[in-house]
């Protein structure tokens, strides 16, 4: 099989196994530790709640992030086509998958470039940190960028992914100074994220000092992609090797704090394990100002754009229901609210 078969057999099998399999991370994400204190005489017109936010110049209608998942095969053009149709209804942001497919094949790009359906959207490029030591350069994340006519360049980092995977890529060494090389060049904001495992507080005083512009903590309680990794195994030894990584990881909650605490005024994005918006408001309360969530969404927008725009409007209705019983009229006032531990 050659490189480019493997690339795209890959993520078909992404697609399929999240789809199908229970993948599942068996630590939780740390939410459900945290209450807010009701409010049962809050003051407030519940339909007068304001959820909008800008970031990056981006007006959001809510703090709702249609987390990075696909790209590069037919079936991901759908999905990337849908998500982005009801991202626009909804003005709410999105980020794409991995775009490496679309940088080593240009006839791929197309299944990345959603702006046709969704001129104003908050909008993500992505490509793999770890693609800047294997040839990649600050060119290439240009090119990423000006393909889906992004607003600003996700990073993400997945080392143990990388390690897990018979073909991966797994040479970390001395990407910190690359990184900010990118974030110095690049003419729009940069975001490092992690695939499911987490930020520690040390890598976020890392990435704030090399110029990142936000951290999506993508914290450990929802998809395992060791997991992931593991169903695609034909060989029953490197398949243990994966399976004994399914509770590895910084929850989620977890995350989001000692990302705060490393890099106080850097931007925050929360996902990882993110179920409803219940879920975002309390990453709100706890430092974030997005929240991300891939799976839920993956499911609905294979069903229909309708589905995924019914998703994305519930999520939306129970951050503001949960806004009006904390006593919160908008996202500022939401992060103050008092949130105990239980």
Not at 30 to 37: C, D, K, N, S, W
Not at 43 to 72: C, H, R, V, Y
């Amino acid at each position: 099989m050659t490189e480019d078969s493997v690339l795209s057999s890959r993520k078909l099998d992404h697609i399929r196994i999240n789809l199908e399999e229970d993948v599942r991370s068996s630590i939780a994400t740390g939410l459900e530790r945290y209450r807010f204190v009701h409010q049962a005489l809050p003051e407030l017109n519940l339909e007068a709640i304001d959820l909008k936010q800008q970031i990056f110049g981006k007006l959001l209608n809510a703090p709702i992030l249609i987390s990075s998942m696909t790209g590069g095969t037919e079936q991901a053009a759908l999905i990337n086509r849908t998500l982005a149709e009801a991202a626009q209804e909804a003005r709410v942001a999105m980020g794409l998958g991995s775009q490496r497919a679309g940088i080593e094949h240009p006839e791929l790009a197309v299944t990345f470039q959603v702006r046709r359906y969704a001129p104003d959207i908050l909008l993500f490029a992505n490509l793999g940190a770890v693609q800047l030591n294997y040839q990649y350069t600050v060119e290439h994340c240009k090119i990423a960028v000006d393909m889906v006519e992004a607003d600003a360049l996700i990073l993400h980092l997945n080392p143990l992914q990388e390690a897990l995977q018979p073909e991966g890529d797994t040479d970390f060494a001395g990407l910190l100074n690359k990184i900010e090389r990118v974030c110095k060049a690049l003419p729009v904001p940069v975001i490092v994220k992690e695939v499911g495992w987490g930020i520690s507080e040390q890598v976020a005083r890392r990435l704030a000092a090399a110029g990142v512009a936000a951290i999506d903590v993508a914290g450990a309680g929802g998809t395992s992609w060791s997991q992931v990794e593991m169903y695609r195994m034909d060989d029953p030894s490197s398949a243990r090797v994966a399976a004994a990584f399914r509770n590895w990881g910084i929850p989620t909650a977890e995350s989001i704090l000692q990302v705060r605490k490393g890099a106080p005024d850097i931007l925050i994005f929360a996902s990882g394990g993110i179920r409803d918006g219940i879920d975002i408001a309390k990453c709100i309360a706890l430092g974030a100002s997005l929240g991300g969530m891939a799976g839920p969404f993956l499911k609905a927008a294979v069903q229909s754009f309708e589905a995924t725009l019914t998703t994305i409007h519930e999520i939306q209705r129970e951050i503001q229901i949960t806004m009006f019983v904390t006593g919160a009229a908008n996202l500022s006032e939401l992060r103050s609210v008092p949130i105990i531990q239980v």
